[in-house]
């Protein structure tokens, strides 16, 4: 027996007419009583009247517009809305198997009007539980396509009923469908009814799945001048299906992934064409494959600016990118840069030339890989010279869409003439020598990363997440190395440690317009020496370590400036701690040119650096706060920003802004910051 239901909204007792949305009462609060099974939160986000913000906000909003940061618009109170919120509940509740719930509702107004209290009673009455489930006309179905849709149902017996999870079962289904040759199967009718005897449920789904449907013949459309002139077979095999396999909607989606994977095309779309239902005969689906080459060669100068360098730096770069290099959709890329202090470019200097081949399929098509080759010219004005050359292999696993693992190896030597402490740091190298000092270090690093952001670069909802793990020294240790490394008869050393770091990311789109976006980061990262290392006192290698400050980093201090102990700052050390929070605000979202690029952002970081992981002391966090412009461009926005010292712990008194003054010591020797894409 089915049963319906009607709703009679409940009728106010207040003598006075109630208010409607244009009184202007505000509604300054919302409780629940009698819910048991739902929290506070859960009904709340389910309303249509919500609490008004705090004043502060609200004020802002009334005197400063809806589009200055942190205004919100107050919420009013609204009879016809209230009764249907208490609609909204009860449907709420019979969605979620209390059939029998009741939901009623009152108000009173306080503050001589001004303001309103909203009470929501609830009785939830008994759940109703799934007795069976029962899915009509797929008998005819092949016994496998049967055997995964009966495999791991989300709808089970003695479940409480709920409305989303038989929604989310019928979804299922019709993937599974889809993915084994009936795409276009679709859902005939779900019933849901009531057994009198004890009050649980019964679902029937009933489907339509067709005829089964099978990959047919494939035709390519090229887009523009094909100077690639890519082996066809390269693209069939990434395609991993042929003519007459059974039809995949997946499987078609993941040859488009692969396709975008192999960086050669700009445009890639794959479009099949379903027969005609009416056509009883052909169950072959065409398949048109649409790909736009990019470009062979590719030329790309730059202008560098940064402050690398414990100073302002300034050079240029130039990259040279060759394309399917061996007719397999190979990369080749060269790229140049020379980046040198201003005001003694010549005497501090950073010179690095790079060749980087990169393989993007691996023995499959979920994995890439790359060799890489890096050398560098440092130098540190007259006091010290120095050379890296890194050799580098590398690849990558897809796990799906949002997550991928990377697993690395860098074979590394280092040679540094003259003071050395100049280049690695005081204080972390214990021997004065003005000979050579080489270096050999061999890496292995594993990160694993999932990407849950709805854009790549201007995210404003989701979360990333990121964990690395990075060694060296210890299979040389036990006798396993490739390659020759530590020889103290030749003056040669090497770094043992362990490196452990996690980044996550968080962001929210706090105006559901995508204008107003709250995002959030966490990292916090610890290098353990060992063995030599640890008993000697040697740093790892310079591009290992972590800096704090700068315009990715804790940004109320430049680049390489912060550390607890300051010694250590400039150098690079073996902890760090940061958090950050931003609040982005676009400027001018309705204009259709050059000003919709803008943004505003206000920010406050946090964190510091440490000489051991051991150290770390939270009452030696410092605290930076500032505001910035942003403007986006096709590649992601190019950003500056001011920071200021909010509290600086290495400060002997006064370490709070509050205690200083404010144009003096805290703005006057606040930081500009600039970068390109987002600081997180």
């Not at 004890?198 to 047919?216: Q, S």
């Not at 509050?658 to 006057?668: A, I, M, S, T």
């Amino acid at each position: 027996m089915i049963f319906a239901f009607l709703l009679f909204p409940s009728q106010s007792l207040h003598a006075q007419i109630d208010p409607s949305y244009y009184d202007s009462v505000q509604v300054a609060d919302i409780r629940f009583e009698g819910n048991t099974t739902f929290s506070n939160s859960d009904l709340l986000v389910k309303l249509s009247i919500q609490e008004s913000p705090s004043g502060l906000t609200v004020w802002i909003y009334e005197n400063l517009g809806s589009r200055f940061p942190l205004a919100q618009e107050p919420r009013y109170f609204d009879f016809q809305a209230f009764q249907d919120d208490i609609a909204l509940l009860r449907q709420y509740y019979t969605n979620n198997g209390f059939f029998s719930a009741t939901v009623g509702g009152s108000y009173s107004l306080n503050d001589e009007g001004r303001t309103v209290d909203v009470v929501y009673t609830i009785n939830e009455g008994p759940s109703s539980l799934i007795d069976s489930v029962s899915y009509r006309n797929l008998g005819a179905l092949p016994p496998m396509v049967l055997g995964e849709i009966n495999r791991s149902p989300l709808l089970r017996p003695g479940r409480r009923y709920s409305a989303d999870e038989v929604h989310a079962e019928r979804t299922r289904i019709l993937e599974i469908l889809a993915n084994n040759g009936f795409p276009r199967a679709v859902v005939d009718t779900i019933i849901v009814e009531r057994k009198l005897s004890d009050n649980n449920v019964i679902v029937k789904m009933a489907f339509r799945h067709g005829r089964r449907l099978f990959f047919g013949p494939i035709t390519e459309d090229i887009k523009g001048v094909d100077e690639l002139n890519l082996a066809r077979k390269i693209v069939y095999d990434r395609v991993e299906f042929k003519n007459g396999d059974i039809y995949s909607r997946s499987r078609q989606n993941d040859a488009e992934t692969n396709l975008n994977r192999l960086g050669v095309f700009s445009y890639v779309a794959i479009s099949p064409t379903y027969p005609e239902i009416t056509n009883q005969q052909d169950s072959l689906v065409p398949i048109l494959l649409e790909l736009q080459p990019r470009q062979r060669f590719e030329i790309a100068p730059g202008v560098l600016i940064n402050n690398q360098l414990n100073g302002l730096t300034t050079g240029g770069e130039v990259s040279f990118l060759m394309r399917n290099v061996f007719a397999g959709a190979q990369t080749l890329t060269t790229r140049f840069n020379l980046l040198g202090r201003i005001g003694n470019i010549t005497g501090t200097y950073i010179a690095t030339s790079q060749l980087r081949f990169d393989q993007p399929y691996l023995i499959s098509n979920k994995n890439s890989g790359y060799l890489a080759g890096t050398y560098s010219l440092v130098g540190e004005e007259d006091l010290a010279d120095g050379s890296i050359l890194q050799l580098v292999m590398g690849a990558e696993r897809y796990l799906s869409k949002r997550s991928s693992a990377k697993l690395s190896w860098t074979y590394e030597i280092s040679e540094f003439s003259g003071d050395a402490k100049a280049l690695l740091g005081k204080g972390y190298i214990n021997f004065d020598t003005t000979e050579t000092i080489n270096f050999r270090n061999s890496i292995r690093s594993f990160s694993i990363e999932e990407d849950g952001t709805d854009d790549l670069f201007n995210p404003s909802n989701g979360y990333s997440l990121k964990g690395i793990a990075e060694e060296a020294g210890y299979l040389e240790q036990i006798g396993l190395s490739p390659l020759p490394q530590e020889n103290e008869a030749l003056g040669i050393r090497s770094t043992q440690y362990v490196k452990l770091e996690g980044l996550a990311k968080y962001f929210h789109d706090m105006s559901r317009n995508r204008t107003t976006i709250f995002g959030a980061k966490f990292r916090l990262g610890g290098i353990f020496r060992f063995g030599k290392s640890k008993e000697e006192g040697l740093p790892v290698p310079p591009n290992r370590r972590y800096y704090a400050g700068g315009a990715s980093s804790i940004r109320g201090w430049t680049a390489r400036e912060l550390a607890a102990d300051s010694s250590a700052a400039f150098f690079g050390s073996n902890a760090l701690l940061e958090m950050s929070m931003e609040l982005r605000w676009h400027l001018f979202p309705n204009t259709r040119n050059w000003l919709d690029g803008f943004w505003f952002v206000a920010f406050a970081d946090a964190g510091n650096l440490w000489t051991e992981f051991s150290n770390i002391d939270l009452t030696q966090t410092a605290l930076a706060i500032g505001f910035g412009i942003r403007y986006n461009l096709f590649f992601g926005p190019i950003r500056v920003d001011f920071g200021m010292k909010a509290f600086n712990p290495s400060s002997a008194d006064n370490r709070w802004f509050w205690e200083k003054q404010l144009w003096g010591e805290v703005v006057r020797k606040g930081v500009l910051q600039f970068g390109i894409g987002h600081a997180f």
